[in-house]
């Protein structure tokens, strides 16, 4: 794949997400209560686009299959629907089957939001879930994003399961929780 095809790519992906994730409402997608959205109407928004005439089902298949490079898997097709597997930012709460994590899950955060973690735990701000990490190199990565000096919080998600805080787990390499009570995070000082 040459640099520009992984351009468009990434592009596309990024697209996908703000109509998947953020504002189907804005281009009149029918979400269901899980995420679901049909794939023809998906398409026929993108070639509805100048910038996106070119995106085929097969582009498509290849940013939910390999997504951007990074690791991260973000959306699924099944039974030719599509849904955004995470990062859910509009009114529709998204249900998702709930699951046991793992002892220990990772948060990467700024240095800035941390007063506020330890007052009132992780709560989702913009979205409609805490996004945690099963590996601390993921919440770096997580961090970064917010600052050059990303601060990975350690999360007892075992403990705080088994205190009756639900979790769901939409991909390999996110959970998710609506809220982590401060009780259950940790921080290195």
Same mark, same amino acid.
Request: charged share 25%; net charge neutral.
């Given at each position: 794949?040459?640099?520009?095809?992984?351009?468009?790519?990434?592009?596309?992906?990024?697209?996908?997400?703000? !109509?998947?994730?953020?504002?189907?409402?804005?281009?009149?997608? +029918?979400?269901?209560?899980?995420?679901?959205? +049909?794939?023809?109407?998906?398409?026929? !928004?993108?070639?509805?686009?100048?910038?996106?005439?070119?995106?085929? @089902?097969?582009?498509?298949?290849?940013?939910?299959?390999?997504?951007?490079?990074?690791?991260?898997?973000?959306?699924?097709?099944?039974?030719?629907?599509?849904?955004?597997?995470?990062?859910?930012?509009?009114?529709?709460?998204?249900?998702?089957?709930?699951?046991?994590? +793992?002892? /220990?899950?990772?948060?990467?955060?700024?240095? @800035?939001?941390?007063?506020? /973690? @330890?007052?009132?735990?992780?709560?989702?701000?913009?979205?409609?879930?805490?996004?945690?990490?099963?590996?601390?190199?993921?919440? !770096?990565?997580?961090?970064?994003?917010?600052?050059?000096?990303?601060?990975?919080?350690?999360?007892?998600?075992?403990?705080?399961?088994?205190?009756?805080?639900?979790?769901?787990? +939409?991909?390999?390499?996110?959970?998710?929780?609506?809220? !982590?009570?401060?009780?259950?995070?940790?921080?290195?000082?």
């Amino acid at each position: 794949m040459t640099a520009n095809d992984r351009r468009r790519l990434i592009k596309l992906s990024k697209f996908l997400a703000l !109509i998947l994730r953020h504002q189907p409402e804005r281009f009149a997608l +029918p979400v269901d209560e899980h995420g679901w959205a +049909p794939l023809s109407e998906v398409l026929e !928004i993108l070639n509805g686009l100048p910038n996106f005439r070119w995106a085929t @089902r097969a582009d498509v298949m290849t940013v939910v299959e390999e997504g951007s490079g990074d690791g991260k898997t973000r959306f699924e097709v099944r039974d030719n629907r599509i849904r955004a597997l995470y990062g859910h930012s509009f009114d529709q709460i998204i249900v998702h089957e709930p699951c046991v994590p +793992p002892p /220990i899950l990772y948060h990467g955060t700024s240095l @800035r939001a941390l007063a506020a /973690i @330890r007052r009132e735990g992780l709560k989702p701000m913009e979205r409609q879930y805490v996004h945690l990490s099963p590996d601390e190199e993921m919440a !770096i990565q997580v961090g970064a994003r917010h600052g050059a000096e990303p601060i990975v919080l350690t999360v007892r998600a075992g403990a705080a399961h088994a205190n009756g805080v639900p979790f769901y787990c +939409p991909s390999e390499t996110v959970y998710l929780a609506t809220h !982590i009570p401060p009780r259950f995070v940790e921080w290195n000082e």
